[in-house]
């Protein structure tokens, strides 16, 4: 295929299919192999014999009887020049059903994985059988085999990784680890530099990454293998390695910073070699752990300029480099002057073109509608698709770096994610009418129109006032189930009582180690999807079940829910624009001074790990106003300093508030995490975490076209048992002034609050501050939208 007697004047291409009546599947095989082998442009020629010659097999019915050596051939030729065809992989996932990867060898295991997970095919028997495969023969597969099927077993849909506890394919991926490991060591009597060794080291270092699979010493022998790579040892690593393990090992965040350092450095002398998809998961990674060194980012400048210039970024590399670059102090003055404008000319682009021809073509998806909902393979994505994730990854880095953005731009990034949102919702069974809210979940007097729930649960106009629910609708709120507090056709504002969990597709990975995961009864999503059972998107992991952002378990408070894919898009870019308030009223230790007003400390957040802040983390932003400085008298201890405050955040990331009022000295009270040395003495008298988040606002979801969205606000005051904590729980006014009237005025204004909040009512002593209310964001902080 790659000689001179293949053509023009070689005998071959005219040969072949003349021919290719007297082959057999072997045959077919071998000359398929043979093709894809050679040179891109055999696949005409390929698709003309693969096509003919199935149909043949299966009127001879042949096909199913066919050796594994060569389905094996035909599934890796077939998927290799992209030539999809049912027949073929029906009949090769027939014989997995009936007998497994038994009679494949390691080579036709690794093939076939290889091709259902190019074509994404949907089989629940393949990656259940690659799984048994790699778990009880690993020792037969070479490096490159075990690379290329725990890379398919990690893609394939249904492969078992994604699902909460012990399964057989995690316990394969790590067994696949290990012998990297292993190899990569030089123990085991092979080259530690060799092709096959590195590759098998990026595979399952990007297979485990997404689970968070692997024990800590694995990853940080992984890491040091790698690193020993990236140093030239042996051995030049090819990009994508280089790519698929760094963005690995900065997912885990269990390699010290030296590794990153030494990635870093290697890569700043290889970013003009890396292809476009290569250099934007490369960026992301660096981000997110910070890694800012001057040769890595001088190069990533310049790079970037480059690929700007001469046009070569999707949006998909757009958006992540944006994000990227926005995350670390670099010039804004790159975003502004050429990565915005490249967005904007694919933005334009896409609504441009038609549903179904080029405008929805590139930019990381396939033609097909559905494919614009692929999540980004640099696992970048926050679920929603390559498309729309890279708008709201522009979006959220324009905001954040405070860049001046044309209207009529930001307008077309809404008006593409609506877009996108209406095509996910006819694809999906959400397009059909949602069935209607059990009565019994709703008390009597939301149960009226929309905009009657707002004015219910809605603050007065005049800030600085308090809002006071007649005890009929205190005593019909759902304090210990969850409670539609606000009812739209596109979303809902739900209450979430404490110890019930806003569950995604990362929960199983949230929980530390010895922690109990919440259990179905106590998980919102089956509360929701109880209440909508048509609704697609309240069981579409990928889109967070349709909750916009989490609320820990031990808290309570309002949690929004989006009832299309097209609310979530909006939403969500709601949010990643700084445009929801979401604000919180919290008990914490010690008396919080007035000086302290806005938190702005980098945090470290990983799955199973309590948060830390350290400046390797990413920006974090929370604003604080102390509404009351109390004494509380125990039962045997002297007056013990407590602050009632009100927190409003801009950034979301995990435990936040927590974590940064415990960084500077007032921890939560009843927090066990973050003040593990007082919840003994805090359980005696409060029964949980005091932190209830009680006002969202936001710009409504529904059609803007035709002028600014209506603001929708929902109000909940405090649970029963976080006001009797404060009612019964001996505290008294305290003041931190020197001055006779201050002291006076202070104490007042303690009391006030102490009183409104014991009794129900939300309150605000001040008005507070434009920015605190909006939510917008200076340019240190901001919502990752990554």
Known sequence: ARSAAWGPDGRLEGALPRRSSEFGVHEIGMVLWALASGHASHRPLADVLLSTSLRRFASAGVLPEASPLSLANLAWASSTLCLHNEELMFAIERRIVEQGFVEFDAQGVANVAWAFAVFSATSSFVAPAVAVSLHSRCDQFKPLELATSVWALATLPRSGLETPGTTLAKAAVEAVAGKAAVLASGSAGVSSGSRGVVRLLAASAWAMAPGHLGSPPLWSTLAACFAKSAAGVGHTMTSQDLANTTWALAVVRLADAGIFTALGAHTAKVTKDLAAEELAALAWAFALV??????????????????CGEGSLGLSELGRLSWAWASSPGNPGLLEHALLPEAARHVRHLLSGDDEHEGWTGHGVRADRASAFTSASDGSSCGLGAVPTALLQLSWSWSFSSIVVPPELRSDVEALLRRLGRLRDAASSSSLSPQPLAASSVPERLEQSPEEVVSVMQSPSGLGRSVLLSSQEMAGFGWTSPTVVLRRPEFLVLHKPPHWEVDDASSAFQQGPGTATTSAARRLSTFMQAEYPRLAILQDARAQLG????????????????????????????????????????????????????LRLPVVASPGASSFVHESGLPAVTRLHTCARLWRSGEASALQPYSLVFVSIVTGRKHQIRCHLAHIGHPVVCDGRYAADRVAEDAAWCPRNFLHRFRL?????????????????????????????????????????????????????????????????????????????SGVCAPEGGEVGG
């Open 697 to 773: 606002e936001l710009p409504a979801p529904s059609d803007s076209e035709h002028g600014a969205p209506a603001i929708v606000e929902a109000i909940v005051p405090l649970p029963p048992d976080l006001r009797a904590v404060l009612a019964d729980g001996g505290f008294s006014p305290a003041t931190s002034s020197e001055l006779p009237a201050e002291q006076d005025e202070q104490q007042r204004r303690s009391a006030e609050a102490l009183a409104a909040w014991s009794q129900g009512r939300v309150h605000t002593p001040r008005p507070r501050s434009p920015a605190m209310r």
């Open 547 to 598: 909750f916009q952002g989490r609320l820990d378990v031990q808290s309570s408070g309002l949690v929004l829910c989006s009832l299309s894919y097209e609310a979530h898009f909006v939403l969500q870019l709601r949010q990643d624009t700084f445009s929801i308030a979401r604000e919180y009223i919290v008990l914490v230790h010690g008396h919080l001074s007035e000086d302290v007003c806005e």
């Open 290 to 307: 910070q890694q800012r060194s001057e040769p890595w980012m001088t190069a990533l400048s310049a790079t970037i300029l480059w690929r």
